[in-house]
């Protein structure tokens, strides 16, 4: 049976991301020692914490290194949340940081007069992931057309490559990326775990996944 | 759009759902996982337990549930009740709650809230105002409102926001149990201070009292128990009505 692996930096509880992969078909262990992820046949990053003590637990883990080494080989790859901003080449979250360079891009706090403008941070609920007419929808992603994704973040991705940027959302008039990637790898900035059927849909179509 | 949440609430005591949830097809009414499920099907945007007895004793119990549910429903889970400490928080979390709720210990360790809002982010951390009318104005109440603060229930708000946490489940405790709808000024006053989201909660009878608490009252999400409870009205009709009326909602 095929495996999935999904990324534990000791960060706090990977249970609902666990379980939902578990109940769209995969075999989910969470892997801690960088060495056994070569043994997956797909990896999912989930987001929980700062970026930076996600950034800092990759790398004293080396499993910023072996990420990078199975991204490279093809891997299937599903970030999630803070695993989809920690691809990014920095985050300003807190002050300046180096990120993964995955996807080229940077992090960013939502603008600062937002909540001035009755516009609350974190950006809290359900909201929409918009596909351009003009390209394909992403397979991955497709389930979610015409659905709503659960969201909470104050920080959001802007890819330099507009062909990363694989769907879009905006919270009051400030557009930014619900899910980038290129290749073998997607990252979404919702919880998919937390979706109900659309995001368990999704989690299933990312387990079917060929790139 | 960003959707308005419509939130059930459920009562728990020693991990079982208490005060009278009515499903008709349900088989046992006590059974959190199954009451999770019902409200899942109906489409609801997240759902909140709180904790009745939080009593020492019951805590595993409680930790226990939350992670039954957890792995039954995939949407966001709050859990409130006898919240005292950051280990508190963190056991919830574990066990599988996206959200915890922290009431009367906000008030005696306001600091809490910050430890807790920087420790697991602010979007973790939930602060339960109970307010009562006294005077001119609120005043926050502990213990089942019957505990008077002396504290002014809009500035405790705006300084639970400003020390980081992420919603305010605001309840008005003369509304609560009436069925008259939700303490609108209350509600306003409250969401015009923080820039933390805020859940109106307390006194819903009817589909509009919803539909107020969101329009007049500004709320981000509007929670309910007795009325999805006991069958008065579905998540999805209630999804509907708003709808109809121009609320941005999930259908």
Redesign the interface.
């Known amino acids: 049976m095929k495996r999935t692996g999904l990324i534990n930096y000791g960060m ?2 990977l ?2 991301v666990a ?2 992969l578990e ?1 769209t078909g995969g075999q989910v262990e969470l892997v801690s020692d960088a060495d056994a992820l070569k043994t997956y046949d797909r990896i999912v990053l989930p987001g929980v ?2 970026f930076r003590d996600c950034a800092t637990a990759l790398k004293e883990t080396g499993m910023d290194v072996a990420l990078k080494e199975r991204l490279a080989a093809g891997t299937p790859f599903l970030g999630i949340c803070l695993g989809m901003q920690i691809l990014m080449d920095v985050s300003y979250e807190f002050g300046r940081y180096p990120g993964l360079g995955i996807v080229s891009g940077t992090v960013k706090h939502f603008p600062e007069d937002h ?1 001035e403008r009755g516009f ?9 992931v918009i596909f351009s007419s003009q390209r394909e929808t992403h397979p991955v992603l497709a389930p979610l057309a015409g659905q ?1 994704v ?1 969201y ?3 920080y959001c991705c802007t890819p330099v490559n507009p062909e990363h940027l694989l769907a879009a959302c ?2 009051g008039d400030h557009p930014f990326a619900a899910a980038i990637g290129h290749d073998n790898v997607v990252a979404v900035q919702f919880h998919p ?4 059927r659309a ?2 849909a999704m989690l299933e179509s990312f387990q079917q996944w060929k790139p | ?5 419509i939130i059930p609430c459920l009562d728990v005591a020693h991990g079982r759902v208490v005060k009278g949830v009515q499903f008709v097809d349900i088989i046992d009414a006590g059974d959190p996982v199954e009451a999770a499920i019902k409200y ?1 099907e109906q489409g609801a ?1 997240e759902l909140t337990f709180l904790d009745i007895r939080a009593s020492h004793e019951s805590r595993d119990t409680l930790y226990h549930m939350v ?1 039954e549910v ?2 039954h ?4 889970l709050t859990v409130g009740g006898g919240v005292k400490a950051l280990s508190d928080i963190e056991n919830l ?4 709650a ?1 959200k915890v709720s922290i009431n009367t210990a906000a008030i005696f360790t306001p600091e809490l809230v910050k430890e807790a809002a920087e420790r ?4 973790t951390i939930v602060v339960a105002v109970d307010a009562k009318s006294v005077d001119n104005h609120w005043e926050c109440f502990t213990h089942g409102g019957r505990k008077p603060t002396g504290i002014n229930a809009v500035d405790w708000a705006k300084r639970m926001s400003d020390y980081g946490a ?2 305010i489940l605001l309840t008005s405790m003369d509304a609560d149990g009436t069925k008259n709808g939700y303490d609108i000024p209350l509600t306003r006053a409250v969401s015009a201070a923080v ?3 805020v859940i109106a909660s307390g006194g819903v009878g009817t589909l509009e009292h919803l539909a107020d608490g969101l329009t007049e009252g500004k709320a ?2 509007v929670l309910a128990a007795s009325i999805f409870h006991f069958g008065t009205f579905t998540i999805a009709e209630s999804k509907a009505y708003l709808a109809k009326k121009g609320i941005p909602v ?1 259908l």
């Open positions: 706090g509880n249970h609902s379980k939902a109940k914490g700062a909540p609350k941070i974190p950006h809290m609920g359900w909201n929409d709503q659960y909470v973040h104050s905006s919270y775990e937390k979706s109900q995001g368990l | 759009m960003l959707s308005k949440r899942d945007d992670t957890a792995e429903v995939f949407m966001p979390l574990h066990a599988g996206d697991f982010g602010s979007s992420g919603e820039t933390a989201n981000d999400a999930r």
